[in-house]
């Protein structure tokens, strides 16, 4: 294989939460919201696919339907612990090809989530330990598209004289390929989350380098 390093998002790149999170959402914004009123679980997921954050989707939400945002985030949360998240399709095995046969290979976990990742990651049967460097955005203005945790990781990669050459980004949102795209970072987009195939390619990204899943990625990593 010819990459020494693979880097993943979390959400619906290793673990399944669109629809569990869209769902959740939904149901905590109608638990304030006037009788009278509805909101969707298509319109909440299409919002959520739109926004880069959880935190920035809810609070457009809640703006647009004079709601508390804080009171919407407190039902969230205590509820949020109660839905499981199982994996990706395929992951289980691309991730048990990349530890076992090819051990050397950092992998490192970049995300925008802030709240319960080890709940998610247990969710998935994994830990942080699985992986060689986790980083998570201390404030927005560090969260993808940012390059900010890219650069970390960058730099923790040189420490094994690995540079981004050696690199494979792995996520489901535009947002995924812009934070790696000026470090010169390769990248693969697999569908299924939060952006589609036109999103992709609107935002620069070759369709050749778009995959359903990640075992349609783990196919060519194989073949290189």
Known sequence: MKYKAIIFDFDNTISNTSDGVSELLTWSINQVLDKSKYIS???VR????????FEDCLACIASSLEVDKNAVLAIYR???????YGPCGGFVDFFK???QLT??????????RVNLLDLRLNDCGLSKKDFDFVIQPSNVSESKPSSFM???VMEFLSKYNIDSKDVLSIG?????????LELGVEFNAVLGGASSLD???KAGVSKKIVFKSLLEILDVLKKN
């Open 41 to 43: 679980f298509d319109h």
């Open 46 to 53: 299409n919002q959520l696919n739109q926004y880069s954050t």
């Open 78 to 84: 205590s509820n949020s612990e109660r839905v499981k």
């Open 97 to 99: 090809y990349i530890k």
């Open 103 to 112: 051990p050397d290979i950092k992998c490192v976990l970049v995300t925008n």
């Open 150 to 152: 890219m650069n970390e």
């Open 172 to 180: 489901d949102n535009t947002v995924d390929y812009q934070s790696g």
């Open 199 to 201: 999103d992709f390619l």
